[in-house]
């Protein structure tokens, strides 16, 4: 696979992206702000995908209280991206990544397992602009149920 650097750089933001919408399950966690900069200032994110992903924190909100009043919490997750293709243009990179993502359970009725896990295969599309990259869109490849926890 692809070392460019740039195309490393935006791996990074686009795991920024992921970790900040897992930690919306996670017990007592919150998401940092989606305003600036992702990761390193390797890009930032386009208005249109801060009010996706606003839309997306809110929702994982909700179903993780949800499924806290069901039992069912987490203490903490751990997501990594492995990048599958890059596609590289002056002004447009385009990334396909399988996503990893392990959720460790919190004991509150006693029978969770330590942890819960799923892989998904995700496409990040960025622009180039005067000031940079932009994350211009997201999504999983395959949008099929059933979808990863961390997807709205």
């Known amino acids: ?18 970790e ?14 989606l305003i600036g900069p992702l990761a390193s200032n390797a890009a930032r994110a386009s208005s249109s995908v801060i009010a996706q992903e606003q839309s997306a924190i809110s929702e994982l909100t909700v179903r993780r209280d949800a499924a806290r009043q069901r039992g069912e ?14 596609t590289v243009s ?14 460790s359970y919190k004991k509150v009725v006693g029978g969770e397992p330590d942890v819960t896990a799923f892989q998904a295969e995700r496409e990040f599309h960025f622009a180039r602009d005067e000031a940079g990259w932009v994350l211009v869109s997201h999504g999983l490849t395959n949008p099929a149920p059933p979808v990863p926890i961390n997807e709205p």
Not at 1 to 16: C, F, N, Q
Not at 20 to 33: D, F, H, K, Q
Not at 73 to 86: D, E, N, R
């Open 90 to 103: 002056d002004s447009r990179i385009d990334l396909v990544v399988t996503e990893r993502t392990t959720l």
């Open 1 to 18: 696979m692809t070392r460019d650097p740039t195309v490393t750089s935006l791996v990074s933001a686009a795991l920024a992206l992921m």
């Open 20 to 33: 900040r919408r897992t930690a919306a399950l996670v017990e007592g966690a919150v998401p940092a702000p």
């Open 73 to 86: 919490a987490y203490t903490s997750a751990t997501t990594v991206l492995t990048l599958q293709k890059a």
